[in-house]
């Protein structure tokens, strides 16, 4: 399993970047998908997650009502849609995928089996 994570680059505070996740080598409907992030000498933080079927979504509270998770199985790919954005959302940003048994998408880090590369968000004041 490959996940590639794109869409980074630099928004000005208040703009909008929506980032994708394309999964090869697995269907990515048998997957609980997430997205994390980690800022310069930060630990890698739990952002947004959706569980397999896309019918449960969890944000964390930071970007909770600003971020949007998605998921487009026929396509293999998840995406964060990030409005009104700000200096403090600068960070690399992760895709991952839980095959889990679960119902619901977890918020820890150590659930996820696999991870995209991370694509660059900078966001300038």
């Known amino acids: 399993v490959q996940l590639q994570a794109s869409g980074g680059g630099l928004a000005q505070a208040g703009g909008s970047l929506t980032l994708s996740c394309t999964m090869s080598g697995r269907s990515l409907r048998n997957y609980h998908l997430a997205w994390f992030r980690q800022a310069p000498g930060q630990e890698r933080d739990f952002v947004a997650a959706a569980n397999r079927g896309g019918g449960n979504t969890l944000y964390a509270d930071s970007v909770k009502g600003r971020f949007t998770i998605s998921r487009e199985d026929a396509k293999n790919t998840v995406y964060l849609r990030m409005n009104s954005l700000n200096p403090e959302d600068t960070a690399v940003y992760y895709c991952?995928?839980?095959?889990?048994?679960?119902?619901?998408?977890?918020?820890?880090?150590?659930?996820?089996?696999?991870w995209g590369q991370g694509t660059q968000v900078t966001v300038s004041s």
């Open positions: 991952a995928a839980d095959s889990g048994v679960d119902y619901f998408a977890s918020s820890r880090r150590d659930e996820y089996d696999y």
